[in-house]
Nanobody
Framework: QVQLVESGGGLVQPGGSLRLSCAAS????????MGWYRQAPGKQRELVAT???????NYADSVKGRWTISRDNAKNTVYLQMNSLKPEDTAVYYC?????????WGQGTQVTVSS
């Protein structure tokens, strides 16, 4: 079992920054990936950023160049640094952990970009 606890969402003005954190606990090893999805009202959940156990990162085109995913292995925590935020980034952000067996989800954190 893997448990995920997210933090860092909130309200920010356009052009501002936020950092999301996702702390993982439990038993995990081998090949896995972690990252973030988001879901805006009336829209499907979309993959935003991922980082694999080997350190490979990948981003949605909509956030490339603005956001950075990173991890602290000692803390089993993944971070999403979101810069140059836009109103269209408003959504609930879900952290995930995926291995060969299943996907685990965080509880979600709201990010609202508005003036």
């Amino acid at each position: 079992q893997v448990q995920l606890v997210e933090s860092g969402g909130g309200l920010v003005q356009p052009g501002g920054s936020l950092r999301l954190s996702c702390a993982a606990s439990g038993s995990f090893s081998g090949i896995y990936s972690m990252g973030w999805y988001r879901q805006a009202p009336g829209k499907q959940r979309e993959l935003v950023a991922t980082i694999t156990s080997g350190g490979i990162t990948n981003y949605a085109d909509s956030v490339k160049g603005r956001w950075t995913i990173s991890r602290d292995n000692a803390k089993n925590t993944v971070y999403l640094q979101m810069n140059s935020l836009k109103p269209e980034d408003t959504a609930v952000y879900y952290c995930y952990f995926r291995n060969t067996l299943r996907t685990y989800w965080g509880q979600g954190t709201q990010v609202t970009v508005s003036s």
